[in-house]
């Protein structure tokens, strides 16, 4: 990790403002997650020591004081059977492909969630640049490692987490555009794109299912044996242009995805 991100996390005197900024950076370099989580536990475990409690630490941050236990113990550590069983799990389905009329709304989590009679919520990780993956950069048709717009939400379903949603755009297009602002895109992402003068052409989706990074591990709260499903949804424009790709991450154990069948004739 960068020197000067780590000075200017040892500069924070104060613990919980040490914690905020920890969570911040979690969410930004993924690749350092567990020397990150290394720190939160000591700036949890100082805040501790100034007479604080986890309840009062869980305040602070907008968390559970069962989440703070957890954070304390490092990422892949396995929640204690008090914690686990406060955390009821869900079931929440992601149809593929997906619904034009899901597709258009405000948000294809929050809509899907509630037609299934779930108490969905999302929270904003993460919006500004940060270099293409390789199955990024090749759905947004730029190079691996190129930067691009990311917009990455935490989905929770009845208070569990779920799912990891991450919008990315081709920074060329979008830089200088509202998209590229923290804030939720209202009313929704695709009249932001519409009012661009981008119109939907036709979408490609990819499922994959493979272990969690430890940045996903942490986020969705994951047992260490726990798998999660990665959906790959590349979307173009009437003229082809590569203008959204969204990249799901679903943890296994909570989702079930049901495939709807082709229009048209078919045979057995």
Known sequence: M???????????????????????????????????????????????????????????????????SQMSKGPMAKAP?????????????????????VRGSKSLFLMEAEQQGLRPDRKMLYVGPEPASEHIATC????????????????????????????????????????????????????????????F???EEVLTSRRPTAFEAETLQLEPDEWVVQVVRASYSTEDTPIHTLETICAATRHIFPIGQAAGADEF
């Open 140 to 199: 947004l048709q730029v190079e691996a490692g190129d930067e691009v717009i990311a917009r990455r939400k935490m989905m929770t379903a009845n208070d569990v987490p779920v799912r990891i949603a991450t919008s990315y755009f081709r920074a060329d297009l979008f830089a200088d555009t509202r998209i590229a602002q923290p804030e939720f895109v209202l009313p929704t992402l695709q009249a932001a794109l519409e009012a661009l003068g981008y119109r």
């Open 2 to 68: 960068d020197n000067r991100v780590l000075a200017q996390i040892g500069a924070l005197t104060d613990p919980i403002d040490r914690l905020r900024l920890l969570n911040k950076l979690m969410s930004e370099y993924q690749g350092s997650m567990t020397e990150l989580a290394s720190y939160r536990r000591h700036a949890i475990a100082e805040a501790r020591d100034g007479g604080m409690t986890t309840e009062e630490i869980g305040a602070k941050l907008g968390v559970s004081h069962a989440r703070i």
């Open 201 to 203: 052409g036709r979408a």
């Open 81 to 101: 059977a008090a914690i686990a069983t406060a955390v009821p799990k869900v079931l929440v389905a992601r149809s593929l492909p997906t619904d034009p009329a």
